[in-house]
């Protein structure tokens, strides 16, 4: 009886032993490295512990209804549109043949380059009541300003449409990878079932993309939230308005901190829906064989009718918008060409830089640690820092700068009762704070790229290696770097161009006196020099495309059943 | 025309390339044809042209006395009434077992769709697995899925793409004799493709062999075996050799290991040069025969040893002994020939 004990508690020690390994095998430094990561959301999060009632009446009183509200809005409105514009035009160029669709595929992808404070400001230009819109139309019937009704861009719809003509490709593109990957026979099968096209597209192809088109509307909402140059410059009020405006209006760090968290709440809100949304059923393919998608070719009033269709995206979120950039810049960029804007861009590109290589560096040291090591400490903690990237920049700013802050102050202190010496500020206000900052944002770029590129080289191969007696160094140097070159470059140029977006964080954090392109633009176009920001706004678009074309052709290349 | 479907003179090329030629056959209703031949001979596409995913550029099929498709007219897949089980199943990942097998049923109201779908699920054996979905299920459990759910709306023909290649193999002459059951049961017009003649010979009433777009012999699966009609259906239905021969008449042929005799005679003229076909069953081992071959290479079978022998000429043929027989490598053993039906083809 007791042996039989002692064998069925056997596997259970063993098991303990396993759990207690995953959990105590863990490496110091990247455990420091990620806790060190982690300390804007414990900032944001523990502010929570310090009610400020006083202000919270106030905002309740007066501004947390709008910020609440219209940050719904806002959601419900991006989200709505973009699956239109993204699920649609994806659908057709897969599916159909028409005049265009190829350059259509990766032309869809484009408005992925162009920040939304950007759109936000060329629309502006155009259809305000001074832009060329209405002056011609003034001109040619003769009204005076208030004769006639027009669309308000500078408003919560105009900032809807804003951000869903440049968001909607995160979804574009999911849906298109998971149309792509759907085997052809699902449909077949639907179609030998009775179903005709449209049919077979509602009852099988859409449930099936569900989970891929949730996973881009999620990052959809993410950028939605994280918006502030849109909203800020339109006047709506959200929650990144108003984080801002607690901190420099109010002056309540503290405050701004827990408004914050109440984004984070939101945030965390949806993204566990999401997830919840998907447990029901899993959508394994059950299909391992694909055979190549045969595109049905439209008939010419068709094929009109579906390049109208998917042309609206790109020509109301890239074309007209670059349009307008470019006429600016030709009548501004002799004035705006000079030392200044060569500093703007020396600073954009040095930060940026710094950032992605750190970033790489880290990313690499991470996926290292976690690839021969199964320790679970490490896995949840490479997954915690990479939650940054569903943080808005606003949230990052507020939750380093507290602690910066706090530690300058402490430090001044310290040495003022000691020593009679002022240390002044020795981290916040420093590109060190900055760059800290966009690491926590977007670490997580680097580290899912560089693990998706690590998880390729299969241990086996390192095994093969070993038996030919090469060493660690030459297996790395022969077999790792190789394989992985494609994947490191796109995980800095990745970092690089978000880095030269963000916008809030850079603003909140800057050095004393340090401009860079977005920040720069942003003051250009709040000073109502609309024309004068079309250059920084075209160099950061510019930019923006790189992403752009490493996407749309890492996408043609994974193709199942195309060459 | 009492054919469930008959398919006339079609042909198909696929950018400039024939793909099918001229292809003509029929299928009784309730009847269960094999397209049989290697991969590439264009089975597959004959296929897709009687569910109506390709179309053919000449030619008809008929599916129940109705014309489906000619060169100018083309009834859509959905209009046809067909039901399709592809070679991975194609399930829907996304739907349990049983919204798979009612997915076809539109316009029924929900008793019959109930009763139906109680039909099939107990026909083939499903009631544990209904509300599971495709991933948790056995290949065999999936094949029985997609065939319920392709068999539920009562097509006018079932149409299988490989239906066997995505099991074990063990499982596969087992399962295709089950599955013929339960169509004969249905009485379900069936045509299966397939390039494994054991499948073809386990499940169909009738076979037909393709090589490169041409439907070749379109006979029972015994006639194939023992009447190939073309010296490309000898090769693929079947092991055996082709050994040289001169015909003397018409029942005997002079060949490098003596006269083969056979019981049937043949109308061949006197004099052809000719190449016989032996099959292993045609080769028997006898210890008391003179003539003798040398063993090359054995392959064991369970019940049976199939013999790779070697002749003092050189010549190779292959024989089927009974697995007690068992020779080492090498060793020269008895033979006898005992033909029944010769299966001559004129020298090349």
């Given amino acids: 009886m007791l042996a039989t004990r002692a064998a069925q508690a056997l596997p259970n020690a063993l098991a303990f032993k396993t759990v207690l390994f995953k959990l105590t095998n863990w490496n110091p430094a990247l455990v420091f490295l990620s806790l060190l990561f982690s300390i804007p959301l414990a900032v944001v999060f523990g502010s929570l512990f310090f009610p400020e009632y006083e202000v919270w009446a106030h905002l309740r009183a007066t501004v947390l209804t709008d910020y609440i509200g219209n940050s719904l809005a806002l959601l419900l409105g991006v989200g709505f549109f973009s699956l239109l514009l993204g699920v649609i035009p994806a659908w057709m160029v897969t599916m159909y043949r028409f005049p265009l669709s190829y350059q259509l595929e990766w032309a869809l992808l484009l408005p992925m380059s162009m920040p939304a404070y950007i759109i936000a400001y060329s629309?502006?230009?155009?259809?305000?009541?001074?832009?060329?819109?209405?002056?011609?139309?003034?001109?040619?019937?003769?009204?005076?300003?208030?004769?006639?009704?027009?669309?308000?861009?500078?408003?919560?719809?105009?900032?809807?449409?804003?951000?869903?003509?440049?968001?909607?490709?995160?979804?574009?593109?999911?849906?298109?990878?998971?149309?792509?990957?759907?085997?052809?026979?699902?449909?077949?099968?639907?179609?030998?079932?009775?179903?005709?096209?449209?049919?077979?597209?509602?009852?099988?192809?859409?449930?099936?993309a569900r989970p891929a088109i949730m996973v881009g509307l999620s990052l959809v909402v993410m950028e939605t939230l994280a918006d502030y140059g849109t909203v800020q410059y339109f006047g709506v009020s959200t929650f990144t308005t108003g984080i801002f405006r607690t901190w420099f209006g109010l002056g309540n760090s503290l405050a701004a901190a827990q408004l914050s968290a109440l984004l984070l709440?939101?945030?965390?809100?949806?993204?566990?829906?999401?997830?919840?949304?998907?447990?029901?059923?899993?959508?394994?393919?059950?299909?391992?064989?694909?055979?190549?998608?045969?595109?049905?070719?439209?008939?010419?009033?068709?094929?009109?009718?579906?390049?109208?269709?998917?042309?609206?995206?790109?020509?109301?979120?890239?074309?007209?918008?670059?349009?307008?950039?470019?006429?600016?810049?030709?009548?501004?960029?002799?004035?705006?060409?000079?030392?200044?804007?060569?500093?703007?861009?020396?600073?954009?590109?040095?930060?940026?830089?710094?950032?992605?290589?750190?970033?790489?560096?880290?990313?690499?040291?991470?996926?290292?640690?976690?690839?021969?090591?199964?320790?679970?400490?490490?896995?949840?903690?490479?997954?915690?820092?990479?939650?940054?990237?569903a943080i808005p920049g606003t949230v990052i700013a507020v939750g380093v700068l507290i602690p910066f802050a706090w530690f300058d102050n402490s430090i001044d202190t310290l040495l003022m009762e000691n020593l009679n010496i002022s240390s002044g500020l020795l981290i916040s206000g420093t590109l060190f704070t900055l760059v800290f900052a966009y690491l926590v944002r977007f670490l997580a770029v680097?580290?899912?790229?560089?693990?998706?590129?690590?998880?390729?080289?299969?241990?086996?191969?390192?095994?093969?290696?070993?038996?030919?007696?090469?060493?660690?160094?030459?297996?790395?140097?022969?077999?790792?770097?190789?394989?992985?070159?494609?994947?490191?470059?796109?995980?800095?140029?990745?970092?690089?161009?978000?880095?030269?977006?963000?916008?809030?964080?850079?603003?909140?954090?800057?050095?004393?006196?340090?401009?860079?392109?977005?920040?720069?633009?942003?003051?250009?176009?709040?000073?109502?020099?609309?024309?004068?920001?079309a250059v920084p706004a075209l160099a950061i678009v510019i930019a923006g495309i790189i992403p752009v074309i490493i996407i749309s052709n890492s996408i043609s290349r994974s193709r199942p059943g195309h060459e | 025309?009492?054919?469930?479907?008959?398919?006339?003179?079609?042909?198909?090329?696929?950018?400039?390339?024939?793909?099918?030629?001229?292809?003509?056959?029929?299928?009784?209703?309730?009847?269960?044809?094999?397209?049989?031949?290697?991969?590439?001979?264009?089975?597959?596409?004959?296929?897709?042209?009687?569910?109506?995913?390709?179309?053919?550029?000449?030619?008809?099929?008929?599916?129940?006395?109705?014309?489906?498709?000619?060169?100018?007219?083309?009834?859509?897949?959905?209009?046809?009434?067909?039901?399709?089980?592809?070679?991975?199943?194609?399930?829907?990942?996304?739907?349990?077992?049983?919204?798979?097998?009612?997915?076809?049923?539109?316009?029924?109201?929900?008793?019959?769709?109930?009763?139906?779908?109680?039909?099939?699920?107990?026909?083939?054996s499903l009631e544990k697995h209904i509300n599971k979905y495709p991933h948790s299920l056995s290949g065999g459990q999936q094949q029985r899925a997609a065939l319920a759910r392709a068999m539920a709306p009562r097509p006018s023909v079932l149409l299988l793409d490989e239906p066997f290649a995505s099991l074990d193999i063990e499982l596969r002459e087992q399962i295709a004799r089950e599955l013929r059951q339960i169509l004969k049961h249905d009485g379900i017009t069936t045509i299966m493709v397939s390039h494994n003649q054991l499948e073809a010979f386990a499940m169909a009433d009738v076979i037909g062999v393709m090589n490169e777009g041409e439907l070749l012999q379109w006979d029972t699966a015994f006639d194939l075996y023992h009447e190939p009609k073309t010296a490309v259906v000898a090769d693929f239905v079947g092991e055996g050799v082709f050994i040289s021969g001169e015909v003397i008449n018409d029942k005997e042929v002079k060949t490098e290991i003596g006269v083969i005799q056979s019981t049937?005679?043949?109308?061949?003229?006197?004099?052809?040069?000719?190449?016989?076909?032996?099959?292993?069953?045609?080769?028997?081992?006898?210890?008391?025969?003179?003539?003798?071959?040398?063993?090359?290479?054995?392959?064991?079978?369970?019940?049976?040893?199939?013999?790779?022998?070697?002749?003092?000429?050189?010549?190779?043929?292959?024989?089927?002994?009974?697995?007690?027989?068992?020779?080492?490598?090498?060793?020269?053993?008895?033979?006898?020939?005992?033909?029944?039906?010769?299966?001559?083809?004129?020298?090349?």
């Avoid at chain 1, 792509?180 to 026979?185: D, K």
């Avoid at chain 2, 040893?305 to 002994?321: D, I, Q």
Wanted: aromatic content about 8%; glycine content about 6%.
């Fill in chain 1, 265 to 389: 709440v939101f945030v965390a809100v949806f993204l566990y829906l999401e997830k919840r949304s998907r447990k029901q059923a899993r959508y394994h393919h059950t299909s391992s064989t694909y055979s190549s998608l045969m595109q049905q070719r439209l008939t010419r009033g068709q094929g009109f009718i579906a390049l109208v269709i998917c042309a609206v995206p790109l020509v109301f979120g890239f074309i007209i918008p670059v349009s307008l950039l470019i006429n600016w810049a030709i009548d501004t960029y002799a004035d705006v060409l000079g030392k200044d804007f060569y500093l703007l861009l020396f600073h954009s590109l040095l930060l940026a830089f710094i950032t992605s290589a750190l970033a790489l560096a880290i990313a690499l040291f991470m996926a290292y640690s976690n690839r021969n090591n199964q320790s679970l400490l490490n896995r949840i903690m490479v997954r915690f820092v990479s939650m940054g990237y």
């Fill in chain 1, 123 to 208: 629309y502006t230009g155009a259809l305000d009541v001074a832009g060329p819109l209405q002056t011609m139309l003034r001109d040619f019937t003769g009204w005076q300003y208030r004769d006639y009704w027009f669309p308000e861009v500078r408003s919560l719809g105009g900032a809807i449409a804003m951000l869903s003509l440049v968001l909607y490709p995160y979804i574009y593109l999911l849906a298109r990878a998971a149309f792509i990957e759907q085997s052809v026979c699902v449909l077949e099968v639907s179609r030998t079932l009775g179903c005709n096209a449209i049919d077979s597209f509602r009852r099988v192809a859409l449930p099936l």
């Fill in chain 2, 264 to 348: 049937v005679a043949h109308e061949t003229g006197v004099g052809t040069k000719v190449r016989v076909l032996l099959r292993p069953d045609d080769i028997l081992h006898d210890d008391d025969s003179s003539m003798t071959a040398r063993v090359t290479d054995k392959a064991f079978r369970g019940a049976e040893f199939l013999y790779t022998l070697e002749l003092e000429s050189g010549l190779r043929v292959l024989s089927l002994v009974p697995s007690h027989h068992d020779h080492p490598m090498n060793e020269p053993i008895g033979i006898r020939l005992e033909i029944d039906h010769l299966v001559i083809f004129p020298e090349r």
């Fill in chain 1, 446 to 533: 680097s580290i899912n790229t560089v693990e998706a590129a690590l998880g390729k080289i299969k241990p086996v191969m390192d095994e093969v290696a070993k038996t030919t007696g090469m060493r660690a160094v030459i297996i790395v140097k022969r077999i790792h770097i190789p394989m992985m070159r494609g994947s490191l470059l796109t995980a800095l140029l990745l970092v690089f161009v978000d880095v030269l977006k963000e916008l809030p964080a850079t603003l909140i954090l800057r050095p004393f006196n340090f401009n860079t392109l977005a920040v720069r633009t942003y003051e250009l176009a709040n000073e109502e020099l609309l024309a004068e920001a």
């Fill in chain 2, 1 to 124: 025309m009492n054919n469930a479907i008959e398919i006339k003179n079609i042909s198909l090329s696929i950018e400039g390339r024939p793909i099918l030629e001229d292809v003509s056959f029929g299928v009784n209703e309730a009847g269960i044809a094999c397209l049989l031949g290697p991969s590439g001979c264009g089975k597959t596409t004959l296929l897709r042209c009687i569910a109506g995913f390709e179309r053919p550029h000449k030619g008809e099929v008929w599916i129940k006395g109705i014309r489906v498709s000619n060169p100018v007219h083309h009834l859509p897949v959905e209009q046809r009434h067909i039901g399709m089980v592809f070679q991975d199943y194609a399930l829907f990942p996304h739907m349990s077992v049983k919204d798979n097998i009612v997915f076809g049923l539109k316009n029924l109201n929900a008793k019959r769709v109930m009763q139906r779908l109680d039909e099939l699920v107990a026909l083939l």
